[in-house]
């Protein structure tokens, strides 16, 4: 049964985040001919962020306790209707409204799939086994925006919204008919959500996790929503173009999962985590200043290297304390919490910043953010750490 979860998940989330990924580079485009300023496309993403983050830690702590697929298709099934809506939308506070909606859906697949790795994976294994869920996210991602960037050259905004929808569908009917009904639960009886919660603040190496992986997040609004915008300033810049760039960035960190995947497994995470952070600070530094196409492709090919690092180290974090304190479901809800406020913090800063001072300095206070947070993040990983060594004495 673990096998026929395994492959199920991992195909039923590509499907779905190929679906995401054709909208990223044709929503922030979209948004603005509604009218939709630096301010109203971080609210835009922000949205999004804040119905996903509010409702992840409760969908997970309710799937440890009551079942995961029910929680997967309801996801996949407002994916669908978030596509069919989106161009329907008059102005930019329907579309904030969908956003939102599109939160819900979310909140209920990547921490689900999330979960059924963290669950499945064999302890010394963590790494590897996240890597092989970030294979499947970075792919969806990678390969949509191609196909998004073609679907909108070729036939208008319609078509790629309503590719999302369908591809949603695509997913939904997959984990309808092969996952199996009964699916791993946590049988451990655990605190409720709330005191996890307040575990999870107290316990520096879990705060250290959250805040690295918080503050990691903070820089996906200026490298996605605002590079359609950073590119449309050139004279041969094209809908495909800024897709391949995106695609360059998360193919890249799909192609480098595996390695570092078994790399955090026998390796000091917290040095990959310092690195990782650090190489992505610089780029993001770097990338209002690209000026051709060119430029844009290495900077978003070293940023999916910087990011193929971290991601199995969190990922490997967090599934350690899931099985060990929290619950599998709970924890990833927590985790995916911190990712949403992430998006959330940094879709604000960057739209609050862009419209004050220009876009690029969104991309300069995002940066010190990641490198200042995830150090910090760092540190009580390490103090968490020690102080386990000392009490196992």
Known sequence: MHRKIFVTVLFAVFIA?????IVIPVLPLFATQLGASGFGLGLIVAAFSVS????QPLVGALSDRHGRKEFLIAGLIIYAIVGLLIPLAPDVSSLVVIRLLHGVGSAMI???????????APTGHEGRYMSYLNISIFCGIGCGPILGGVFFDTWGYTSVFYSMASLSFCAFLLVLWYMPANVPTDKVQRPGIFENIGAMLTRKRTRGI????????????????????????WETSTGLHVGLVIACRTLVNAVLQIPFGKLTDRYNKTILLFIGSLSMALLLVCIPHGTQLSHMFALYMLLGCGEAIIWPVLGAYATEEGRKHYG????????????????????????????AVGMQWS??????GVMSMTWLGIYYIVKGETSQAS???
């Open 17 to 21: 985040l190929l679906g995401v990924g």
């Open 52 to 55: 996903r983050g509010l409702l």
């Open 110 to 120: 990547v921490p689900i799939g999330m979960a059924y790795m963290s669950y499945l």
């Open 210 to 233: 959250l805040l690295a992986r918080y503050a990691t997040m903070t820089m996906m609004v200026p490298t996605m929503a605002f590079l359609p915008i950073l590119m449309s300033r």
């Open 328 to 355: 599998h479901g709970t924890m990833m809800g927590v985790f995916n919490l911190a990712m949403s406020a992430g998006v959330f913090t940094g879709a604000m800063i960057a739209g609050i910043t862009s419209d």
């Open 363 to 368: 991309f300069y206070a995002i940066a010190t």
């Open 391 to 393: 009490e196992g004495r």
